[in-house]
């Protein structure tokens, strides 16, 4: 092997800048190997060290009352009482997928999974929130079919089932996709794992799959450099295999049920290098590891490969002294790999060797202590204007009739079913899911295995509201997963931040991640729902162009008793309809004005987003709750895109019974149907409920109103629309399959 | 009665299956791993669902020679009730218990629904407690799943009355609408579609009520006694 010369080529080449160079001199008392550089390089990325958000990040609400663990560890965790907790995060894997849809989505499912099984916590439920490109974009079609294959490919294999997400397509995410993976777990609160090395002298186990070169990002062509051996560049995107991963799951569920682990950390980004680094950081200690015991999957690797290869399916432990043996017969018996490659020391540093040489000495605490965090320069974005409704003509009035609007939400790509996409996915392995994609409701309802008590799950966020409003749209994104988790009937408790927007060196950008920032808090503290993990996944932008902004949650809620919960399903025929939830027609940035308007034609967004009063939301959600469990309500829907009409649609659809609204005097016909206001429930009730359900909500201070009755095979708003419920429902379920197909 | 659920690494319905043995049993199934040689003293076993071995080469085939399903093969010559859901009824074929194979759904997509399905003979010793009920629903969930035999063999199921289920509005291509087969004696069954997670009302996922699978584990229960 020829020894690298660190030229300020090679330094700019790891993404280091001259004075984090100088750090690195300065901390080390000498220059750094290309290994010691390489590992800098990993850990002070925008990826592993957070260095853009992460001041931004801690000012959010990360405690509360049910929370055991926040954000630091590998995912966050919940209490749901009587002992059980719920491991959960989700995380983006948008780069890989847009260059190889299929290993890239399936890797981010197999990541995911991983961040929530080394705590501990048996995966039950996977979901994913996807956006593609326009339809008409000539990658679209094979992007959706690769990500969707991916995604499916891995969580089926691995059996675990995925139970809900949401799609949009949108011109901006044309050359930049988003995959955003989430996975929630269940253990034993007394069962949890950390990932804090504790303890001087005792064994680091490497478990998994082999050590190859793939995903060794960025740095191929310096390897290439350094490295006469290297053939070929190797693809840098990873290579999933979820049959390993099932194994790996079974193998650690069965060692974790022996006291025998100290501490475990996947090997996610940046591999062995993040992995013994977070650990021996969180345990105070330091970490020698001789590379020669790696399990290598290629011949040949320098220790710079072996600590920058991002080779999936792998996991680092930290085992007690004696019980060594529990752990190789577990993973023997699986056909995994496991090696002993280290000891945890009281040096404070990582020291590796190969091939007997000291490859790399250097100390722990300035990888984490001096890694840059940036206060990078951002303009808030400016506020737009109202969009009132006396600027707006009647549908009518424009030339269009409102059978032709429905029609047009209805098979909007954001709004047509999904069951193209769901259909490839198993929902029912596992024998738990109460509800999923398959019924189009607000919350994936998973049970927790052998008890009556569930969680419910949901991803939401609105890019054009975030578009429009950073910080109301980081609000909204919030809110969304309150209500739907409150649709169900669902004590709302965390949630987790998928953080998607361009480059943080442009100060627009950055003024739209700030502000999202303190609207997902503001929702958050209002809410008493704390963020417990999360990632942040910034360059998303080809040519200058950036992503809308897209802060993806992922909400969790528990349902203390299936005896009582809510879906779509259950509205009964001759059951009255009642609108919970203040009412102004607010239609700007609605997908009325996207679609109708026109307005999704303007490159630049136009009107002002829905705003959201987090007291309102509050106090309604808390409200359905108590109806729901109170048994007053057949079935529940929360009011999102396409406002009133959309919901009562996709409640028809779910139920086989059309229905007639009728609507009221004060707000025009068509912001009625269609505006977006938020805070919003639609529930059906039964004819001796009626009048209990509605006062008791203006008691309350929700405003409630009648809005239309249960019944028959049509779709009808008088004065506005009358469809067929089955023709409806059939352009609904066509658009997507029609698209695919052609 | 003492059933069993054999384990191959990446089996993921085992527990499913035990659940619902479980459940209408009322005896916890033994689990069997797939390196052991000899089954213990059993009534019924189950090869349940999943991605055995990675359902790499072809799907069951590596399953169909593990040493546990040489003894399987061995015993249910000899009349032990035996029954492969999904992954399971890939390896019975690959071990040459059931005759065809399992291709590719001929969308060549994996297909997850709650799947209507018609009893075809009810007369079978899985089939039996359905009283005369034609019309069940189950999960399917499979990617390998399109049934394909030559048309002797075609000709003979029919005739013998081994197709014991079809689907209603074929999901994968399978001939004849097969989703379920059992061998000459009767004793052993192969099928696509889920029925132990159809055990459960409160799981809707699996589609009507989601009761329909009891009756099939009852129906062996009832034989075996």
Known sequence: MKKVKITPEVVAEHGLSEKEYEIICDRLGRAPNITELGIFSVMWSEHCSYKSSRRHLKKMLTKGKRVIQGPGENAGVIDIDDGDAIIFKMESHNHPSYIEPFQGAATGVGGIMRDVFTMGARPIANLNALRFGEPSHPKTKSLVAGVVHGIGAYGNCVGVPTVGGETNFHRGYNDNILVNAMCVGHAKQDKVFYSAAKGVGNPIFYVGSKTGRDGIHGATMASAEFDDDSDAKRPTVQVGDPFTEKLLIEACMELMATDAIIAIQDMGAAGLTSSSIEMADKGGVGVKMNLDKVPQRETGMTPYEMMLSESQERMLMVLQPGKEHIAIEIFEKWDLDVAEVGITTDTGHLVLTHKSKTVCDIPIAPLGDDAPNLNRPYDPPKDLDVLYNDQIMDPVTRGTSYNAVVTTLITSPDIASKRWIWEQYDRSVMGDTVDSSNSGGDAAIVRIHGTNKAVAITTDCTPRYVTADAFEGGKQAVAETYRNLCSVGAEPIAITDCLNFGNPERKDVMGQFVRSIEGIDAACRALDYPVVSGNVSLYNETNGQAIPPTPAIGGVGLIKDLERFATLKGAKEGEHLVLLGKTDGWLGASLYAHLILGHAKSEAPLYAPPPVDLEAEKTAGTYVRRLIRDRRVSSVHDLSDGGLALAAIEMAFANGFGFELKGSADVPLYAWLFGEDQGRYLVSVEENSLNPVISTARTLNIPAQKVGTIGGSRLIATGGFDLSLQDTHMEYESWLPDYMAD | ?225
Not at chain 2, 36 to 61: C, H, M, N, Q
Not at chain 2, 108 to 134: E, H, S, W
Not at chain 2, 137 to 151: L, R
């Open chain 2, 1 to 225: 009665m003492q059933s069993a659920v054999i384990v191959f690494p990446a089996s993921n319905c085992d527990r499913d299956a035990a659940t619902a043995l479980e459940k209408v049993t009322g005896r916890k199934p033994l689990m069997v791993w797939h390196e052991e040689t000899t089954l213990p003293k059993v009534d019924f076993v189950v090869i349940p669902g999943g991605f055995s071995y990675g359902d790499y080469l072809r799907s069951g085939a590596i399953a169909a020679r593990s040493p546990i399903v040489r003894d399987i093969v061995k015993k249910a010559g000899d009349g032990l009730p035996v029954a492969g859901f999904c992954n399971g009824f890939q390896i019975l074929t690959e071990a040459g218990l059931l005759p065809g194979a399992l291709m590719r759904n001929k969308g060549l997509r994996f297909v997850c629904r709650p799947q209507k399905l018609q009893i075809v003979n009810g007369d079978t010793m899985f089939t039996k407690a359905y009283k005369g009920i034609t019309e069940v629903t189950y999960p399917i969930a499979h990617f390998d799943g399109n049934y394909y035999a030559d048309n002797d063999t075609l000709r003979e199921l029919r005739k013998s009355g081994r197709i014991v289920f079809k689907y209603i509005d074929n999901p994968n291509g399978s001939l004849n609408d097969i989703a379920g087969i059992c061998n000459e004696a009767g004793n052993v069954l192969g099928m696509m579609p889920h029925p132990e997670r159809a055990v459960d009302p409160l799981i809707c996922d699996s589609g009507r009520g989601g009761t329909d699978g009891i009756a099939l584990f009852k129906s062996v229960l009832e034989a075996v006694r």
